[in-house]
Nanobody, 115 residues
Framework: QVQLVESGGGLVQPGGSLRLSCAAS????????MGWYRQAPGKQRELVAN???????NYVDSVKGRFTISKDNAKNTVYLQMNSLKPEDTAIYYC?????????WGQGTQVTVSS
């Protein structure tokens, strides 16, 4: 069964950086999309970034120029490098895998940006 395990969340000051990692385990077809969603208190979950097998990333406008998503297709691992963090980036970040018509989710990792 597919499982996603996240790591890398934590507390950082504004302007700081974090790197999130998510490793998918199980038998996973090579043509897939992996990405990151986030949910702040009182708000709906939103797509932050994702990337397919072709390697072209997509970002929500609010993180463009600050976040970078990358993917190791051989390891089924996706990363989110978050730079110049802002308090409004504070949220629970969820790893997502979309493959063969199904969505799979990580457990969520808390990112808090505060001085």
């Amino acid at each position: 069964q597919v499982q996603l395990v996240e790591s890398g969340g934590g507390l950082v000051q504004p302007g700081g950086s974090l790197r999130l990692s998510c490793a998918a385990s199980g038998s996973i077809f090579s043509l897939n999309v992996m990405g990151w969603y986030r949910q702040a208190p009182g708000k709906q979950r939103e797509l932050v970034a994702n990337v397919g097998s072709g390697g072209t990333p997509n970002y929500v406008d609010s993180v463009k120029g600050r976040f970078t998503i990358s993917k190791d297709n051989a390891k089924n691992t996706v990363y989110l490098q978050m730079n110049s963090l802002k308090p409004e980036d504070t949220a629970i970040y969820y790893c997502n895998l979309f493959v063969l018509g199904s969505n799979y989710w990580g457990q969520g990792t808390q990112v808090t940006v505060s001085s």
